[in-house]
């Protein structure tokens, strides 16, 4: 079955970056769309940005210009280059790829 493991995630200052993984197995990674989610209490899961096969990337608008999703085919991973992190962006990130989730990743951003 298909297994998505996030990390990467961890405290960071505001103004911080880092960088997310998902390591999918149990699926032909590359003819997937795979996106990025999060998830703050109490709200929607939402969309941050995603890929498609054909590697068109799509972003949210809060966070164009700072992330940048990408994927290795090869590695069957994908990543979340994440930059000028903010306090509001405290948040569990998580990969979906076919309608399946990761556990997801905590990212704490300090003011």
């Known amino acids: 079955q298909v297994q998505l493991v996030e990390s990467g995630g961890g405290l960071v200052q505001a103004g911080g970056s880092l960088r997310l993984s998902c390591a999918a197995s149990?699926?032909?990674?590359?003819?997937?769309?795979v996106g990025w989610y999060r998830q703050a209490p109490g709200k929607q899961r939402e969309l941050v940005a995603d890929i498609t096969s054909g590697m068109s990337t799509n972003y949210a608008d809060s966070v164009k210009g700072r992330f940048t999703i990408s994927r290795d085919n090869a590695k069957n991973t994908l990543y979340l280059q994440m930059k000028s992190l903010k306090p509001e962006e405290t948040v569990v990130y998580y990969c979906?790829?076919?309608?399946?989730w990761g556990q997801g990743t905590q990212v704490t951003v300090s003011a």
């Open positions: 149990g699926v032909i990674f590359r003819i997937y769309r």
């Open positions: 979906e790829l076919g309608g399946c």
